[in-house]
């Protein structure tokens, strides 16, 4: 029973389409984000919501667009794919706002844009 | 502008030894510090945490010491064991409730037999 589930696993698509990364987490937890790991390694925050509300929105280009339609779920919709944005997108979670919960995190989504 | 960093992207150690894993950070604000441990094809697990206002933490085989004055930080796994092979990452935030995790780069750590 996986904690936090991303949906797909790997993504292989061209530059100029529009694609999707799903998660899901079965934590109970109030609290998910989505961080980009890039070539280098480094995990970069991309968003957070908490009970739905965005509260997290670093300088990421408005073709991403997080949407979290309940607390347990928060999706990642990318416009117009770039080769820049091949890298591997993880999702975590974590319960309460302003508490020293860890973050739990998904196995990961390797988009490679051709 | 990276402000967590872990200058060693490999270390190999052998089985029964002990791995210190090394983490420097740049912004004086960072409060809270955690190390998470990668398996291929996994996501990250956390590992050990400290406040800022403790200098050494532990937890089993684990123990993460922080010096604040030169804004250092390492992991310390003794005794090794071959299921510790992973990426260790170390992370950063200013306070213990914030959400906003500032990753360093990863070390990779081979624990041969």
């Known amino acids: 029973d996986t904690a936090v589930s991303q949906t797909p696993k790997y993504l292989v698509t061209q530059m100029g389409n529009d694609k999707s990364i799903k998660c899901e987490q079965n934590?109970?937890?109030?609290?998910m984000y989505w961080y980009k790991q890039d070539s280098k390694k480094f995990l970069k925050i991309m968003f957070s919501y908490n009970n739905k509300e965005l509260i997290i929105n670093e300088t990421v280009p408005n073709r991403f667009s997080p949407k979290s339609p309940d607390k347990a779920h928060l999706n990642l919709h990318i416009n117009s794919l770039e080769l820049g944005d091949s890298a591997v997108y993880f999702c975590?979670?974590?319960?309460?706002?302003?508490?020293?919960?860890?973050?739990?995190f998904g196995d990961g989504t390797r988009l490679s844009i051709l | 502008d990276q402000q967590v960093k872990q200058n060693s992207p490999s270390l190999s150690v052998q089985e029964g030894r002990i791995s210190i894993l090394n983490c420097d950070y740049t912004n004086s604000m960072f409060d809270y510090f955690l190390w998470y441990k990668k398996y291929p094809a996994e996501g990250p697990t956390f590992l050990i945490s400290i406040s800022s206002i403790k200098d050494k933490n532990e937890d089993g085989r684990f123990t993460v010491f922080l010096n604040k004055s030169a804004k250092h930080l390492s992991l310390h796994i003794v005794p090794s064991q071959p299921g510790d092979s992973a990426v260790y990452f170390c992370?950063?935030?200013?306070?213990?409730?914030?959400?906003?995790?500032?990753f360093g780069q990863g070390t990779r750590l081979t624990i041969n037999p």
């Open positions: 934590l109970g937890h109030d609290t």
């Open positions: 975590a979670s974590s319960q309460g706002r302003f508490t020293n919960q860890p973050q739990h």
């Open positions: 992370a950063a935030k200013p306070w213990e409730g914030a959400q906003k995790l500032v």
